[in-house]
C-alpha cells in the first residue's frame, strides 16, 4: 500500500518568506508526528496529532512553528519568517495508533534551504 | 528524562559482521527501536524490542538488550556494501504519548 507521503521533496526560499509543508499519512493511521533533522543532528521531534486530541505542541522550537492536521489526515507545518536556522530536513511518520507497540513509519522528507 | 547516544560512525569489511551500540538513560519499561536511513530517504523500521526481552533476531539482523546497562546493540551478520546507511537508536516511553525519542544515528561504511 501507499507509504507516507510528503511534498516538495525540495524547497528552496528566501529568509523571511513563509514556507508550508504537506504530509500525507497512510490511511487509516490515526497518530501523525513531525519531526526535524538538521545536518549531523539527530531527529528533533517537533509536534505530534493523535486522533481529536489536542496536539502535543512541546517540541515546536519557536512561534513562528505551526501545524495543523485536517479532517484526521493531511498535516501542513508551517514556518513563517523563515531564518537560515530553519535550513533542515522535515520528516514526518504516522503509526496506526499511539502506543510503543505501533511503530512510525516515516516519509521521505521536505529538504528545506533558507538562503 | 530521556537522552539516547550512539557513536557517530562505523566501518567494516564486506562480509564480516556490524555491531552498532546505543545506550538509553530512562529506567522505565520501554520500547526500543533500529531504524535505516538510505541517503536521500526517511527512515525505514528494521526492528524493535520491549525492554522484558533481552534479544530478538531476524534473518541477519540481533538485536541484544542489557537492560541493566540500558545498553542496545544491533548486529548485522554478513554485512553487504547495500547496509550502508545510517543507523537510529530510538526510544519510547510507555503512558502519555509515547513519542520516541532518537539517537543522533551511526553512519555504517561498508568497504570490500
Known amino acids: 500500500g501507499a507509504g507516507v507521503s510528503q511534498s516538495p521533496s525540495n524547497k528552496v526560499t528566501e529568509k523571511g518568506k513563509d514556507v508550508e509543508l504537506r504530509c500525507d499519512p497512510i490511511s487509516g493511521h490515526t497518530a501523525l508526528y513531525w519531526y526535524r533533522q538538521s545536518l549531523g543532528q539527530g531527529l528533533e521531534f517537533l509536534i505530534y496529532f493523535q486522533g481529536n486530541s489536542a496536539p502535543d505542541k512541546s517540541g515546536l522550537p519557536s512561534d513562528r512553528f505551526s501545524a495543523e492536521r485536517t479532517g484526521g489526515s493531511v498535516s501542513t507545518l508551517t514556518i513563517q519568517r523563515t531564518q537560515q536556522e530553519d535550513s533542515a530536513v522535515y520528516l514526518c511518520?504516522?503509526?496506526?495508533?499511539?502506543?510503543?507497540?505501533?511503530?512510525?513509519?516515516f516519509g521521505n522528507g521536505t529538504r528545506l534551504t533558507v538562503t | 528524562g530521556e537522552d539516547v547516544e550512539q557513536s557517530l560512525f562505523l566501518s567494516v569489511r564486506e562480509g564480516d559482521s556490524s555491531v552498532i551500540n546505543c545506550t538509553y538513560t530512562d529506567s522505565s519499561s520501554t520500547y526500543l527501536y533500529w531504524y535505516k536511513q538510505e541517503p536521500g530517504a526517511g527512515l525505514q523500521l528494521l526492528t524493535y524490542i520491549f525492554s522484558n526481552m533481552d534479544m530478538k533476531q531476524d534473518q541477519r539482523l540481533t538485536v541484544l538488550l542489557n537492560k541493566k546497562d540500558k545498553h542496545l546493540s544491533l548486529r548485522i551478520a554478513d554485512t553487504q556494501t547495500g547496509d550502508s546507511a545510517i543507523y537510529f537508536c530510538?526510544?519510547?516511553?510507555?503512558?502519555?504519548?509515547?513519542?520516541?525519542?532518537f539517537g543522533r544515528g551511526t553512519s555504517l561504511i561498508v568497504h570490500p
Open positions: 530510538a526510544e519510547s516511553i510507555p503512558g502519555g504519548s509515547y513519542i520516541p525519542t
Open positions: 511518520a504516522s503509526s496506526f495508533q499511539t502506543g510503543g507497540n505501533s511503530p512510525l513509519h
